[in-house]
């Protein structure tokens, strides 16, 4: 059965930092691509970075430069590093993976970016 399960949201004033996690079990991790998403109210799922199995990463061009994905694959998990936060990265942010061809996603967790 796999699971993820994130944690690490949180309220944060502008220009502040935050790091996400995301620990996940039943799939054979090292071999998995990761994915963070985020979805702000009234808007479309995103991608916002994403970390190969071999440590490949992608970013939005919106959080470059002040996000940071990595993992440590003997810990299982899965790290958003958000630096230099905006408000409009408020949102419910989710980890995902793929494995055996279904998409698989954390509970989500808020992150609420405020003055």
């Known amino acids: 059965q796999v699971q993820l399960v994130e944690s690490g949201g949180g309220l944060v004033q502008p220009g502040g930092s935050l790091t996400l996690s995301c620990a996940v079990s039943g799939t054979i991790f090292s071999f998995t691509t990761m994915g963070w998403y985020r979805q702000a109210p009234g808007k479309e799922r995103e991608l916002v970075a994403s970390?190969?199995?071999?440590?490949?990463?992608n970013y939005v061009d919106s959080v470059k430069g002040r996000f940071a994905i990595s993992r440590d694959n003997t810990k299982n998990t899965v790290y958003l590093r958000m630096n230099s936060l905006k408000p409009e990265d408020t949102a419910v942010y989710y980890c995902n993976t793929v494995w055996v061809s279904r998409n698989y996603w954390g509970q989500g967790t808020q992150v609420t970016v405020s003055s």
């Open positions: 970390i190969s199995g071999g440590g490949t990463t």
